[in-house]
């Protein structure tokens, strides 16, 4: 694909992860920091990176991190948010990791932010689509449930060792927005509601003729349980 943009004169956007990072630095992670991936599926989208940026040098790379969109994903057949509500319905005590930390990622606005940079046509580069701001997962899913309302029995615990090595905080610092004059991602928070309000189970109820949002997807080892 990458060289088939650049022989169409066309820029590739290259969509990776937050996977790359090892996850040793607890504030966070710019664009230029380098990678170190400890798992296979690191190890790929790293590579990936790389091939495309020797194959199309007007590139974007643009890295998400733990995303979540209406459409869900087509590997996982769904997202955290969906699994932690339907978890919480069906009135199953939740346990969640506290000790690994990421950015999590709305779909749609990754999408909305990289239609903002082609518009803009920044430079080529790594470029981070991830939402404001870190939290653990537990902080996560516990929001989830304020937002939404609810009440399940959910509970913090240790990663422990886990089958697939994850980055302990893998957090993505928009450093090269401001520079270039473009407004920040909102935060996670702002983010996390919007897609609770705007579920496609809430719009049905309401609008049955109503569809679902498109959104993107990545596949990526889904977040600790």
Not at 5 to 17: E, H, K, L, Q
Not at 32 to 42: A, F, T
Not at 151 to 179: F, H, N, Y
Not at 180 to 185: A, E, H, K, S
Request: proline share 9%; with cysteine.
């Amino acid at each position: 694909m990458a060289e088939g943009a650049r022989a169409a004169g066309s820029r590739c956007v290259y969509i990776s992860t937050d996977y790359v990072f090892d996850g040793e630095q607890p504030h966070g992670y710019a664009e230029d920091d380098p990678v170190n991936p400890v798992n296979l599926y690191g190890v790929s989208k790293a590579a990936g990176e790389l091939a495309v940026r020797n194959s199309c040098p007007d590139s974007l790379i643009v890295r998400g991190s733990g995303l979540f969109g209406h459409a869900g994903s087509s590997g996982k057949g769904g997202n955290l948010v969906e699994t932690m509500l339907a978890k919480a319905a069906a009135g199953e005590p939740i346990q969640v990791v506290d000790d690994q930390f990421a950015a999590p990622t709305c779909t749609r606005d990754m999408a909305d932010r990289i239609l903002l940079w082609l518009e803009h046509r920044v430079p080529p580069g790594v470029y981070h689509g991830a939402n404001r701001g870190g939290t653990s997962w537990y902080q996560f899913c516990r929001r989830i449930f304020e937002i939404a309302g609810v009440q399940p029995d959910l509970t913090p615990k240790p990663a422990g060792v886990q089958e697939v090595r994850r980055p302990l905080s893998s957090i993505l610092l928009d450093t090269r927005s401001e520079r270039l004059g473009l407004p920040p991602n909102r935060t996670w928070e702002d983010a996390l509601s919007w897609y609770i309000e705007n579920r496609p189970a809430q719009r049905q109820e309401q609008d049955p003729t109503r569809g679902r949002i498109p959104s993107l997807g990545a596949r990526r080892p889904a977040p600790p349980p």
